[in-house]
């Protein structure tokens, strides 16, 4: 299969006004690529565009809230009715909450950190597949991380109301993603891959920003520090998994920086992955069967 490169390819990042997304969104410029920006923040958005710009590439920013699953909705609509097609679609937004928060959602009440880092890429991802399709060879890449080893799906109980602490919700909702991916990869056409990765630990992110106690110290005096990847080096990770040819083979990978590695051994569970599936399409309200 022939693989297009980035220059001519229109990029759908999630995430893209801070951190590693930031970084990804800055280096897809270089390469001269066509970025749909998509973040809260509209002063970054701006800002990450101008940038995008004068680094020769070119795009929107679209300002949405991923927790609002009309806004996910809106977002691809507005995504529709502009591009034909869609080479790469990133999923990199994600946050991390101290306090456990409820969102309704039309299958009912989910706990905010798995609607906006699983629930919203699913359903992004469902809106705008005709569009991957008609851009075949397209590529659907999800930010996940090594933490998903550490995470409990618990699909029984999606408010977390027996317990919650941030880093069991966020881990909960990183293995979801590596789940949805590979669950992705198997259902898809052979010329739209799917892939998770991690892209290390990055405290100079603004993953951490509202991370307290001795590990919120820990990652201040580490970003200080040096220690850990920066941005731009887990942000080219991105633009590598999003563009690499010899990737095209590795559908359902789980890339650590750029290499194929084995995730937790539960990705595995057939059972699992079609569970999560299944719960999620009616959470959001879409079939199941997709793609069809
Ligand atoms: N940093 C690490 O050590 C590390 C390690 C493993 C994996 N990761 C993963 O890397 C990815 C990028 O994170 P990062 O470290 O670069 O963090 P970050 O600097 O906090 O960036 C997160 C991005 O997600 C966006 N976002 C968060 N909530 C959103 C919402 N409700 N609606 C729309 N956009 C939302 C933010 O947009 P606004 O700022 O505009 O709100 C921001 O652009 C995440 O998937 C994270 O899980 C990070």
């Known amino acids: 299969m022939e693989w297009k490169t980035l220059d001519d390819s229109v990029v759908v990042l999630t995430g893209a006004t801070s951190g590693i997304g930031r970084a990804a969104a800055e280096r897809f410029g270089d390469l001269g690529a066509e970025v ?4 809260r923040s509209r002063d970054r958005g701006v800002e990450t565009l101008a ?14 809230d991923l927790a609002r699953l009309d806004a996910v909705r809106a977002l691809a609509d507005e995504v529709t009715e502009r591009y034909d097609e869609v080479d790469v679609l990133a999923l990199n937004a994600a946050l991390s909450l101290p306090d456990r928060e409820v969102v309704e959602t039309p299958g009912g009440p989910v706990e905010r950190v798995f609607l906006v880092n699983h629930l919203a890429p699913y359903l992004l991802t469902h809106e705008l597949l005709g569009r991957l399709e008609s851009a075949a060879p397209s590529r659907v890449v999800v930010t996940s991380s090594r933490v998903h080893r550490r995470g409990e ?8 109301a027996e317990e ?9 909702s990183k293995l979801a993603n590596v789940l949805f991916s590979t669950e992705l990869a198997a259902r898809l056409p052979s010329d739209v891959t799917a892939l998770a990765y991690h892209p290390g630990f990055v405290p100079g992110s603004g993953l951490y920003r509202e991370t307290g106690g001795a590990f919120g110290l820990a990652v201040r005096l580490a970003s200080r520090l040096g220690v850990g990847r ?12 999003a563009g690499a040819p010899e990737l095209a083979v590795e559908s359902g990978a789980y890339l650590v920086g750029r290499d194929p590695t084995p995730p937790d051994s539960r990705v595995g569970n057939d059972a699992l992955r079609r569970r999560l599936w299944d719960e999620s399409a009616r959470l959001v309200d879409v079939e199941p069967d997709w793609p069809a």
Request: proline content about 2%.
């Open 230 to 241: 920066s941005v731009a080096e887990s942000g080219e990770d991105l633009v590598y998994a």
């Open 51 to 64: 940038e995008v710009r004068d680094r020769g590439g070119d795009g929107i920013f679209v300002r949405a």
């Open 36 to 39: 749909v920006l998509v973040g």
């Open 153 to 160: 799906l618990r699909l029984d109980d999606p408010t977390l």
């Open 164 to 172: 919650y602490d941030a880093l069991g919700a966020y881990a909960r």
